[in-house]
């Protein structure tokens, strides 16, 4: 069939598609009597928080040794989000007042905002083709006040972990694996949030899997796993948590000021479930993904694709395409979204530092706290700053692939994405 001559739906024409695709909340999706059935066993044991009631379920507890056995690490610790997660992360790695984070400019704004509001201030590293942080241009942000790096594998692809750590271990520097969008992506056979300090996890709606909300933190280190649990529970280790983690702790010598990021037992009861059926969604995702992939690779040639360091770890949610101009990718997803097949652009095509709050570096702090610092190396914000970031974000286009997609899905997607890039002049 030649694909080129068919007319674009934007113009008049057939759409590939009948209609949209379904929404991609993969694990939302997936939820069933499974979920019902486990939220139901808490509410009538009348026990919804993990750490006492009258007939504790112990789901929190049971959610982190199925994460800690699966993922391979010791410690595993459930809390109330994504976000939650991170301030957690950066308070057990000692991160404070006076420090630098390196953030990478392509990813969410809580990446950025945890840093802020655990007192530390953002400094920004640019992207590769992978849109995740390239690990050569790391160390030109790097300096003596910078203790700690945040690596984000956006939307499905592993960062290039084996070249951060490196990078990372030789100057001292911490490093957290914020894998909120990407839960299960693997670089090289290892499962991405475990190659360094500490992985942070999100159970959001718009995450793989879900609760609504819910998040974690997993790590190798019984030291950052107290300061975590800790900071995640009032500053208190109690003494049942101690035991299931073989740590003794004292509350004289190690308590410290902490808030309440405790996920509940009907958090933990649904993320049980969703965890079980990790395979069932990315597998059929993964599959879905690279057919899509092939198909499109097949039908235009000269199509180029987002990068990554290893394909065969990727999660599979979201396919990256890179269009040739900003205005190509403007054309592509109106047309593309007239055939009934949505495409976007990730975090309106701007870096994360745009966000007006991060750009202008203001915290909400009394003196604009913790940016006061009297850094040695002061901290700025300004175009051109992160340039690969800048140019490449504008013009990926991404697609949403579910797992629930059917093989007449697939074959519309492909047929569609290629009607309009080869028409485009792709
Ligand atoms: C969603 C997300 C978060 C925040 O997770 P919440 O559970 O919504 O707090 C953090 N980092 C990244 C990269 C995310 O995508």
Redesign the pocket.
């Known amino acids: 069939m030649s694909t080129a001559t068919e007319s674009l739906a934007i113009h008049g024409g057939k759409p590939a598609r009948s209609k949209p695709l379904p929404p991609n909340y993969p694990g939302a999706l997936m939820m069933g009597e499974e979920e019902i059935e486990a939220v139901a066993r808490v509410i009538r044991a009348h026990s919804p928080f993990r750490f006492y009631g009258p007939d504790l379920q112990g789901s929190v507890l049971t959610l982190e040794k199925m994460m800690a056995a699966d993922l391979g690490v010791p410690y595993v610790l459930g809390v109330t ?4 997660a ?1 301030m957690v992360a950066l308070k057990a790695i000692g991160i404070g007042y006076g420090d630098k984070v390196v953030v990478p400019a392509v ?2 704004l ?2 950025a905002t945890a840093v802020v509001c655990s007192n530390a201030v953002p400094v920004y590293a640019d992207v590769d083709a992978s849109l995740n942080l390239d690990p050569e241009k790391l160390e030109s942000v790097l300096d003596d006040e910078v203790k700690a790096i945040i690596a ?1 594998p956006i939307v499905g692809v592993p960062c290039d972990m084996d070249a951060i750590m490196a990078i990372a271990r030789k100057r001292g520097i911490k490093v957290i694996e ?1 894998v ?2 990407s839960c299960g992506v693997m670089l090289r056979g290892k499962f991405c949030g475990t190659f360094g300090d500490v992985g942070t996890f ?3 709606m ?2 793989i899997l879900t609760a609504g ?1 819910g ?1 974690a933190i997993v790590t190798s280190s019984p030291a950052f796993y107290e300061r975590a649990e800790r900071f995640h529970d009032q500053g208190q280790f109690r003494v049942a948590l101690q035991e299931q983690n073989g740590i003794t702790s004292d509350e004289e010598t190690s308590a410290i000021a902490g808030q309440n990021y405790r996920m509940s037992e009907i958090t933990g009861a649904v993320m049980v479930e969703q965890w079980k059926k990790w395979d069932r969604i990315v597998v059929p995702m993964r599959e879905r993904y690279r057919q899509i992939k092939a198909g499109l690779a097949a039908g235009v040639p000269g199509l180029a694709f987002r990068g990554t360091p290893d394909p065969q770890g990727d999660v599979g949610c979201t396919l990256g395409l890179l269009m040739p101009s900003q205005e190509i990718a403007a054309d592509f997803m109106k047309a593309t979204a007239a055939e009934n097949i949505g495409t976007y652009t990730l975090y309106g095509g701007r870096p994360v530092y745009r966000n007006p709050a991060l750009w202008h570096m203001r915290s909400g702090e009394r003196n604009n706290f913790p940016y006061n610092y009297p850094f040695k190396t002061p901290v700025t914000c300004a175009e051109g700053m992160c340039p690969r970031a800048e140019d490449l974000l504008p013009r990926s286009v991404f697609v949403s692939v579910s797992p629930i997609l059917t093989d007449q899905d697939v074959e519309e997607v492909i047929y569609g994405i290629t009607k309009v890039a080869l028409a485009l002049g792709i």
Do not use: W
């Open positions: 989000s994504g976000t939650a991170l990813t969410f809580a990446t984000v914020d909120a969008q999100s159970f959001q718009n995450k909300e998040g």
